[in-house]
């Protein structure tokens, strides 16, 4: 079992800037990729962005070049910088950690969410 402690949301102003952070509980486990969610109302949820153990990384279209990923594979840790924030990026953002219990068996683990609100 992982689990997974999320800080860092809040109110921001559009153009502003914030940083989430992620801490996954130890296990003896192996956590291949960590990453970060978005949910809005009415939506379903979506990839934002997340980082390998190797250091790859993804992101949404609607977030590169605002949006950056980082990780600490010492701490278990994921960070997530969003600058130049816009409304719509507006939903309750999830932590997300994909952790290897065997060969073949990918299991993952979600934070409890923290909101993101942009608006003036």
């Known amino acids: 079992q992982v689990q997974l402690v999320e800080s860092g949301g809040g109110l921001v102003q559009p153009g502003g800037s914030l940083t989430l952070s992620c801490a996954a509980s130890?296990?003896?486990?192996?956590?291949?990729?960590m990453g970060w969610y978005r949910q809005a109302p009415g939506k379903q949820r979506e990839l934002v962005a997340s980082i390998t153990s190797a250091g790859s990384t993804t992101y949404s279209d609607s977030v590169k070049g605002r949006f950056t990923i980082s990780r600490d594979n010492a701490k278990n840790t994921v960070n997530l910088q969003m600058n130049s924030l816009k409304p719509e990026d507006t939903a309750v953002y999830y932590c997300n950690a994909k952790v290897q219990l065997s060969l073949s068996i990918i299991q993952d683990y979600w934070g409890q969410g923290t909101q993101v609100t942009v608006s003036s």
């Open positions: 130890k296990t003896g486990f192996r956590i291949i990729a």
